[in-house]
């Protein structure tokens, strides 16, 4: 006897539900309009922008974009753990992306630290203003993402989510990533842009 | 499920990679600044769609959707090379 079985094809959906999806892309959206206007303020004075610049720790900027791959990944493979029913591996995974939310955090004051001790202001000149406030609005994403997480790791640590109960873990999942990609962008434009 | 065999995990360390080549590599000033931004920003518009494809689950997304958010790493770098190009014009 012979058993045909036709391929099975996953149908094509977005995690989580459709609202947080809006949301990330209006959030997208207005990162990309704060990157033109940076631009377009180095536009008129790129060498303040330029001296500025070397002021800022592009070690720490690095190392900052690796924590927060780092943390993506974690949580990526806490939603597929959670999605083939290993519902003891998730909290694991997610509690990787809540301590290295809070690496970021840590480094992130490390850096401001740093700025203020060396007199360096929002208000010091064009450069420096935007600096704080890309970083800053950035930096509330990271806040409010890890107290998600850390929200996640909890109810997954009584077993709450399961491959049939994602919809919260993978909505606060998509809201991360959108963290970690805005912050990949955002490193270059303020520590890595070199003048001509 | 091993975490070593799993895509996200090869994607991981790519896009870790990808970032100290920029970071350590890149920025400094082995190459003109014209090409070293060029390829900064090209990396990190590789590393936003592998972020969007592979962690983001946009691969699996309705096309229509997959396709409107696979333009912001497109766009946004190529507007801020354009603003860096025409900064150095009038510099």
């Not at chain 1, 012979?2 to 995690?15: G, H, I, K, M, N």
């Not at chain 1, 753990?81 to 955090?105: E, H, I, N, Q, W």
């Not at chain 1, 806040?143 to 491959?163: D, E, I, K, Q």
């Not at chain 2, 080549?21 to 060029?38: E, Y």
Request: aromatic residues 12%.
């Amino acid at each position: 006897m012979v058993v045909l079985t036709a391929d099975r094809v996953e149908p094509r959906r977005l995690p989580g539900v459709d609202g947080v999806w809006v949301a990330i892309g209006a959030d997208s959206v207005i990162f990309a309009i704060l990157f033109a206007s940076f631009m377009q303020a180095r536009l008129h004075n790129p060498a303040v922008f330029e001296a500025s610049r070397h002021t800022l720790n592009m070690n720490l900027g690095g190392i900052d974009t690796l924590i927060l791959l780092t943390s993506s990944w974690s949580v990526v493979l806490g939603i597929q753990a959670l999605k083939r029913d290993l519902v003891d591996r998730a909290p694991r995974y997610l509690l990787g992306g809540v301590l290295t939310g809070l690496m970021f955090m840590v480094s992130k004051s490390i850096e401001y630290f740093e700025k203020f001790a060396d007199g360096i202001r929002p208000a010091s000149n064009d450069f420096y203003m935007w600096y704080f406030t890309l970083t800053g609005i950035h930096l509330l994403h990271v806040v409010f993402g890890t107290s998600l997480l850390t929200y996640l790791w909890v109810r997954s640590r009584r077993r709450a989510y399961s491959s049939l109960q994602r919809v919260v873990p993978e909505c606060v999942a998509s809201y991360w990533h959108l963290v970690d990609l805005l912050w990949i962008m955002i490193f270059p434009l303020l520590y890595l842009q070199r003048a001509a | 499920m091993s975490v070593l065999r799993e895509r996200v995990t090869m994607v991981w360390l790519g896009l870790m990679v990808l970032t100290c080549v920029t970071t350590w590599g890149l920025s400094k000033d082995l190459l003109s600044p014209a090409v070293a931004v060029v390829g900064i920003f090209a990396i990190a518009a590789v590393k936003v769609s592998y972020v969007m494809l592979d962690f983001m689950e946009l691969r699996n997304a309705p096309i229509p959707v997959r396709f409107a958010f696979q333009a912001w790493p497109v766009v946004v770098p190529m507007m801020i090379l354009g603003f860096w190009f025409a900064t150095s014009a009038l510099v």
